[in-house]
Every structure is written in C-alpha cells, then in structure tokens.
C-alpha cells in the first residue's frame, strides 16, 4: 500500500483487527483517533508543500492523499481556516 493510498479500513482489514479495536487502541496511546491523526499528517504535509513548491492544489492534493481537489480544499479550509488558494496568498 503507497502512502498516498493508505487508508484506516485497508490497514484494519490487512491486519486483521476491527476498525473499532483500532481507533480504540490509537486513542488510548496517541490521545486522537487514527482518521484525526491521518488528516493532521496529511493537511500538515499540505502546508509544508504549499510554502516549499510551486506545485498546483490539485497536485498537492493528490501528494497527500486526495482523489480530487473538491474534497481536498473542503477539508483543508476545516482544518486551517483557509481555502488551500488563500493559503498560498498568505505565503506570498
């Protein structure tokens, strides 16, 4: 599985153990629940992109993970505050 095809159900169902078990061992150890902790990676890997390249959003989107550049930019604004074409602004 590459990284950008990761996903919490895939890697429950490679390791034969539940979702339900998963999360709940993740949040005992890691304080947050595996998809929360997906998202943080991937949205903090988004934002060193977007001040380290000249890469569009949609190429970044799919670099982190994201089939489409819709969701992406949905959940980028709900974890920064920011459209991921604001961002890039305030870098500027």
Known sequence: MSEN????????????????????????????????????????????????????IKEIAKDVGYTDQYTFSKAFKRYTGFSPMNYQKNLL
């Open 5 to 56: 095809d990761f996903s919490i159900s895939k890697f429950s169902k490679e390791n034969n153990i539940s979702r339900g078990y998963l999360n709940n061992i993740f949040v005992k150890n890691m304080g947050i629940t595996p998809a929360n902790y997906l998202l943080k990676l991937r949205m903090e890997k988004a934002k060193i992109d977007f001040s380290s390249t000249t890469k569009m």
